[in-house]
């Protein structure tokens, strides 16, 4: 999996928004963005992907760059329960049986939210 | 849906004893993956497993950890003779088949935490 570049921390105020950035410069044309959080003694949680475009979902968006190799994860209010450890992740989607579907975890930024 | 099980949530083993995680996957999926995360690092992959099938243990060590996924009952992990480094939270997390193009996402247990006396 390509290397990702996260800031070890981030501090953002309840019902503020959170950018969460993400620097991929070695993606691929394959590799998918997942982002991963996980909260204080909890397993990791998926949030959301995109490939190209921008996606939202319930829970946050994900803005891509043009040319791929930055993102950055919208917390659009955050709340306390927002605090945790975030993990941008380069992915390949398989189309085949048997490829290695790991996920290779990075430090992560952890967000910590003041209320 | 259940999410994914795993059981004991919390395990004390002396050191030379052997330690037992359990993984039931979420319903209906058939990949399941294992994770190691030591205190204060980040999540380690350690091994993939479809039923019956090791896919992918190159995260696994050498000796003493082995991993099965049968094709009835959870997915165990098994340490033999613990050593107190092998003292971690073990996560498991399963995902459905694939043959998408979204990448699959993982969905993660709650844990096993080991601590070896």
């Known amino acids: 999996d390509a290397k990702t570049t996260q800031p070890n921390s981030m501090e953002s105020n309840e019902e503020e928004p959170v950018h969460l950035p993400c620097n991929h410069s070695?993606?691929?044309?394959?590799?998918?963005i997942h982002w991963y959080r996980q909260l204080p003694s909890q397993g990791p949680e998926y949030v959301i992907h995109?490939?190209?475009s921008n996606v939202n979902n319930r829970m946050a968006s994900l803005a891509i760059a043009e040319d791929r190799k930055s993102s950055t994860l919208i917390l659009h209010r955050a709340t306390l329960r927002d605090a945790a450890v975030y993990y941008c992740?380069?992915?390949?989607?398989?189309?085949?049986?048997?490829?290695?579907?790991?996920?290779?975890f990075g430090k992560g930024t952890k967000l910590t939210v003041n209320p | 849906n259940a999410g994914v099980m795993q059981n004991p949530r919390h395990l004390v083993r002396r050191r030379g004893q052997e330690a037992r995680l359990r993984c039931s996957p979420v319903k209906g999926h058939s990949h399941v993956y294992w994770y190691r995360q030591l205190p204060e690092e980040g999540l380690k992959f350690m091994v993939y497993l479809q039923k019956e099938n090791i896919i992918d243990e190159s995260g696994m060590p050498k000796e003493r950890f082995s991993a099965e996924f049968p094709k009835e009952g959870p997915s165990i992990l098994r340490i033999q003779q613990v050593v107190r480094g092998d003292s971690a939270a073990y996560f498991c997390a399963s995902s459905p088949t694939l043959g998408t193009v979204s990448g699959n996402e993982q969905y993660f247990g709650p844990g096993t935490r080991l601590t070896v006396t």
């Open positions: 995109g490939l190209t």
């Open positions: 992740i380069l992915r390949v989607a398989t189309l085949t049986q048997g490829g290695s579907e790991k996920l290779v």
């Open positions: 070695t993606i691929s044309g394959t590799d998918y």
